[in-house]
Nanobody, 124 residues
Framework: QVQLVESGGGLVQAGDSLRLSCAASGRTDMTVPMGWFRQAPGKERQFVARISRGGTITSYADSVKGRFTTSRDDAKNTVYLQMNSLKPEDTAVYYC?????????????????WGQGTQVTVSS
């Protein structure tokens, strides 16, 4: 079993920055690929970013490319999502996720373990 705990969300103004954290536990080896997703009110959950084992490869949704950066500190079993130049349309609950089969994926269905989410609200 894997436990994921997100933190760092909050209420900010457009143009501000936030850094989300996702602390992982429950496996001997937590150096696995991880994904970030978000869900806005009334919308489906959507892919935001992913990071490979070791953090050498990352990819992003077009809507956040150039503004968001994901990284990891495996010594702390923590993955980060640095969000800059935030926009009102970034308002959502943000989740980190891990796949049981450790796939490096953009698809929600490929992930088995999810955190509880952290709310990000961006005012205009």
């Amino acid at each position: 079993q894997v436990q994921l705990v997100e933190s760092g969300g909050g209420l900010v103004q457009a143009g501000d920055s936030l850094r989300l954290s996702c602390a992982a536990s429950g496996r001997t080896d937590m150096t696995v690929p991880m994904g970030w997703f978000r869900q806005a009110p009334g919308k489906e959950r959507q892919f935001v970013a992913r990071i490979s084992r070791g953090g050498t490869i990352t990819s992003y949704a077009d809507s956040v490319k150039g503004r968001f950066t994901t990284s990891r500190d495996d010594a702390k079993n923590t993955v980060y999502l640095q969000m800059n130049s935030l926009k009102p349309e970034d308002t959502a609950v943000y989740y980190c996720a891990v796949s049981r089969t450790q796939v490096y994926s953009t698809k929600e269905g490929d992930y088995d373990y999810w955190g509880q989410g952290t709310q990000v609200t961006v005012s205009s």
